[in-house]
């Protein structure tokens, strides 16, 4: 066998193996012949021509996502930062736009969206930053769609993922965040300690009302039965006079056993002068001496009323 077989055995493997060529599934290849566009080859199994096809480049097609951080001022004068995520792909049928017309793609797209951000957050004070977040992301799609639509690349979506104030805003919005708190707690509080106290007035209130009833009514009793007393004592023939001098003394001697059934009472007597002393004294006799008197005409009237 000639020297130069060998040679000629490996050069044609390696032409054969250079003519085939792969593609992954959602990609896109570009083949160029001569440093001229030929064409666009999709994910499989595919044939060149060694040395005058080129795979010049390939492109997936999947979404893919660019994270930009912009720093602004709003309205207000706070300075913030936003990070807008934009999710776009290659579109299948603009595969050659998008791989020759533009050239570093992220680099347009984020120019797009610091344009569009900055146009819009000046307008809002930071409050509605936070609350118009979606309004800023739909205006940077709608910016990025037109722009990029001529490029080959469609923007799927946009989306305001952080804001981020200065720290010193941030600590200033947790304090009033925080007062206002405590001025909701201090205004709840106020309003339980009304209400405990109206209802413990109320409360106090009816006890009282009760009280005086009880005591109008315990009064009324007593009158009540006063009144029956002074009856039956008339009906024996003790005039009024008499009868009420028997239940006075009745009465001051109840006390006087009620004092002193108590082993820890004082007993005070008014007045403290010899002469008002002497006449309690006199008075206290005179009426002991009245109450045994009526007590023995009592004895005397029930056994003539009996015979009677």
Known sequence: MPPILPIIIVLGALIIFAAFFMVKQQTAAIIERFGKFHSIRQS??????PFVDKVSGKLSLKIQQLDVIIETKTLDDVFVKLKVSVQYKVIKDKVYDAFYKLDYPHDQITSYV??????????????????????IALAVKAELNDAMMDYG?????????????????????????????????????????????????????????????GIADQRREIARGLEESVDVLNRVGINSQEASALIVVTQHYDTLQSIGSETNSNLILLPNSPQAG???????????????????????????????
């Open 278 to 308: 002497s006449q309690m004294l006199n008075d206290m006799v005179a009426s002991f001496t009245a109450s045994n008197q009526i007590g023995e005409a009592m004895k005397n009237a029930k056994p003539k009323k009996l015979k009677e």
């Open 44 to 49: 499989g199994l595919h044939l060149k021509i």
């Open 114 to 135: 610091f344009d569009v951000v900055r146009a819009e957050v000046p307008k809002m004070k930071l409050d509605d930053v936070f609350v118009k977040k979606d309004d």
């Open 153 to 213: 690349f469609d923007i799927i979506r946009t989306l305001v993922t952080d804001i981020d104030p200065d720290a010193q805003v941030k600590i200033a919005m947790n304090r009033i965040n925080a007062a206002d708190r405590e001025k909701t707690a201090a205004q709840y509080e106020g309003d339980a300690q009304r209400i405990l106290i109206v209802e413990k007035a109320k409360a106090e209130a009816e006890s009282k009302r009760l009280q005086g009833q």
